[in-house]
Structures are given as structure tokens and as C-alpha cells.
């Protein structure tokens, strides 16, 4: 039975193009990018490549790139780094990232102040509170591209342009975005930006960071004063190609990739109405409001568990809200924080779809999601 994976929110496919790319890096040329002689030159020479790649990405200078092991330590790197020597709170949305949430809240046993900005039901960050959040002039503010559960995107721009009138730093996790929303650093309001490569292709375990120029960064790692002095320890050299590439891919292809994707997400709501599934959105409904591809549905009377596992022995594979928090049913922050009730909650299943799939795979998703609907109406109840 050939397997249909709808969980590209928590990793993409390998793309072939992208390992091409790498493959040199992982023997040949396996210079160390710090070493003097020809070996690290080479070496070298592909890390600055690859910064001047995501930098033209996002609309950055090459100097504002800090590669590192992922989107986890870029965001712990921004929040930590940049409240550094810093007085207030750190702001962060409701719906952020653990990387995120659980940072700050790290920050906090060591003293530091945070605030919430609550969402709205459809998944939004509230910005009709966000002025008063501001008002306390937080170290760091976070909200996050779009939401990597429900993909609604946020407001990013009403944020950076307040941000920006204030003078307050704001953090993106932007992670979820390339590929599917366009996205860049060009508002002067946003201080720093984390961006993650297994997420669009390429490999687990490197990332960076976007820092604007004349943002004083703390450092986390002490080393051998790679990357500026920002990020220390040798660089991923094979991994930081595969993440230029990757995103290089996904701006390059942001047009078709996202016809593809609201062709197949389409198509996939179309089956699930045809095959009688009775299901809701959860949050902002409307195609423009969301990264096409990533829907959060709620079947109720179906646990998400029970949804989940009765796909995976059909064959497809989806998450609970956060892959990171699955293993576990537990209640989605991101829906408890738009106000779905737990039980709700824990109806919720997660689908993300990627650009390489067949309308063929996501309407055999659907019939598995009828077939798993229905034992599951039929079956009686203990
Ligand atoms: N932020 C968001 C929005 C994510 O979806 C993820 C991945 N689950 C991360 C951060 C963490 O990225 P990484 O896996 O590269 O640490």
C-alpha cells in the first residue's frame, strides 16, 4: 500500500535537489569552514555562499545571517540573546512554538517578566490588545509567520509597524512560512527572524537566524567565536548548503508551490464533503487566511488519537497539533488558546500537505478518514 503523508508541518520529504546540493559536503569536501589551507577555504567558501543565498532569500544582508542547529535554537538564540542586558518583559502570542513558549517560561524562573498576547477564536493574534501589551515596553516581542497547527498567518506587519513606532524589538518564527506565504524581513520592525531547512526539504538539525545589523545579540555558546562571535562551534557546512538550497527552492517556486498546494487542499475538503465526513475548521476558515495546505479539523464524536491511529494503519500519516507534543493526547495549546473546548480539542486532528503530492493521494486520504469517521460512529461505546 503506498503511503500518503500529510504531516509536512512537522517535516517535509527529502528534496532530491536539495540532498544533491549537500552531497559533496558530506565527504569530499569535508573541510573545517575556520581552517587557513585549501580544505577550509572550500569549506568556507560554500558557508558564504549559502548566507549570501539566504539572505537574497528573505530580503537580508549576508552579515544578519547566524546559521545554526534549527528553528529550536534560533528562537531560544532570539529570545535569550536579544533580552539580554535588556529591562522589561518578553511579550509572546499565545500560540507560539514550544521553542518559543518554553523559552520564555524558562526566562521566567530566572526572573523575567511574561506576558501573553491572546488570540483571537479564528487563531489570530489579538491586536486590538497589542498597543497596551506594548505599553510595557517588552525586551523581546514573538509572533510567529503563521501558526504551524491551524497555518493561520498572523499579523505580522500590524505588529512590526507598531514595534517599529516604538522603538521594541520583534521576533518571527517564520518557519512555516517559505514555500507557502511570501515572507521577508524588509519591515524595519522586525529584529530577528528564525527559519528552519527540514521543514522545506532539506536537512534536519540547521537552521538560522535573522538578525538585523546594530541589534545587540547575547551570545548562548561560547566557542571558537564562529559566526561573529554570535554562534559558536563548526559549522553544518553540509547542512547550512541544503537550508540555502531549500530556501532558495522555496522562494524561486512560491507561486506554483502554493497553486499546488490550494489545488490539493481543495480537493482533499471536496472528498471529505463528498464521503459524508462531518468536520469543522479550526480557526480562520477562509483560504486566504491560511497557508494553503495546512488544515486543523475537528470530527466529532472521533478522538484525534483514534483518528490518527486508525489513518496510520490505512496508510496516512497526520498529527495532533504539534507533532512535538504528540506521543501524548494531550490538549493543543494553540486551540485551547483560541477558546475550543477540551474536548473539542481533542477531537482535532492535523493534516499538512506538501507540493509533491497527488490529487489521487489527498482523496485517498480522505476516503481513509470517512472509513475511520464511520467505525468510529458505528463502534458502541464502552
Ligand atoms: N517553530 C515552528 C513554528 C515549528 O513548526 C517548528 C518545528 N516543529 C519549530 C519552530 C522548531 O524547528 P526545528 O525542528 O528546526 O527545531
Redesign the pocket.
Known amino acids: 500500500m503506498k503511503r500518503v503523508y500529510l504531516d509536512w508541518?512537522?517535516t517535509a520529504p527529502p528534496d532530491p535537489r536539495v540532498f544533491g546540493r549537500m552531497e559533496p559536503y558530506l565527504h569530499g569536501r569535508f573541510g573545517n569552514p575556520s581552517s587557513l589551507h585549501a580544505e577550509g577555504r572550500e569549506a568556507r567558501r560554500a558557508v558564504e555562499e549559502a548566507r549570501e543565498a539566504v539572505a537574497e532569500a528573505i530580503g537580508a544582508e549576508p552579515r544578519e545571517i547566524v546559521f545554526c542547529s534549527?528553528?529550536?535554537?534560533a528562537?531560544n538564540l532570539a529570545l535569550r540573546g536579544l533580552s539580554q542586558g535588556r529591562e522589561g518583559p518578553l511579550l509572546v502570542s499565545a500560540i507560539e512554538?514550544p521553542?518559543i513558549l518554553e523559552c520564555a517560561d524558562g526566562l521566567r524562573q530566572e526572573g523575567r517578566d511574561v506576558a501573553v498576547l491572546p488570540v483571537t477564536a479564528a487563531g489570530v493574534a489579538d491586536t486590538t490588545v497589542l498597543e497596551s501589551a506594548l505599553g510595557r515596553r517588552p525586551a523581546v516581542t514573538a509572533v510567529?509567520a503563521a501558526n504551524?497547527e491551524t497555518g493561520v498567518i498572523q499579523p505580522v506587519e500590524v505588529v512590526a509597524d507598531l514595534c517599529a513606532r516604538k522603538g521594541l524589538g520583534l521576533h518571527v518564527?517564520a518557519?512555516?512560512a517559505p514555500g507557502r506565504a511570501p515572507f521577508d524581513v524588509r519591515h524595519p520592525g522586525i529584529t530577528a527572524a528564525?527559519l528552519?531547512a527540514?521543514?522545506l526539504g532539506g536537512p534536519?538539525g540547521a537552521?538560522a537566524l535573522f538578525v538585523r545589523s546594530g541589534s545587540p545579540l547575547g551570545r548562548q555558546l561560547h566557542g571558537g567565536g564562529q559566526e561573529r562571535g554570535r554562534r559558536a562551534g563548526t559549522e553544518n557546512v553540509a547542512g547550512i548548503v541544503g537550508l540555502a538550497e531549500a530556501l532558495r527552492l522555496a522562494v524561486a517556486e512560491l507561486g506554483s508551490r502554493r497553486d499546488a498546494l490550494l489545488r490539493l487542499e481543495r480537493a482533499f475538503l471536496a472528498a471529505l464533503r463528498a464521503g459524508g465526513v462531518a468536520f469543522t475548521i479550526r480557526g480562520a476558515a477562509a483560504e486566504e487566511s491560511r497557508l494553503p495546505g495546512t488544515l486543523s479539523l475537528g470530527f466529532h464524536g472521533v478522538s484525534g488519537e483514534g483518528m490518527l491511529l486508525g489513518l496510520d494503519l490505512l496508510g496516512v500519516s497526520v498529527s495532533l497539533g504539534?507533532?512535538?507534543s504528540s506521543g501524548a493526547a494531550r490538549p493543543s495549546h494553540v486551540l485551547a488558546a483560541m477558546g475550543v473546548p477540551k474536548q473539542e480539542n481533542l477531537e482535532s486532528v492535523r493534516f499538512s500537505m506538501g507540493p509533491a503530492l497527488a490529487v489521487a493521494d489527498v482523496e485517498a486520504a480522505a476516503a481513509a478518514v470517512a472509513e475511520v469517521a464511520r467505525r468510529a460512529m458505528t463502534r458502541p461505546r464502552a
Open positions: 508541518n512537522s534549527g528553528a529550536t535554537e528562537n512554538h521553542s510567529m504551524n518564527d518557519v512555516q528564525s528552519s527540514h521543514k534536519k537552521g504539534s507533532a512535538c
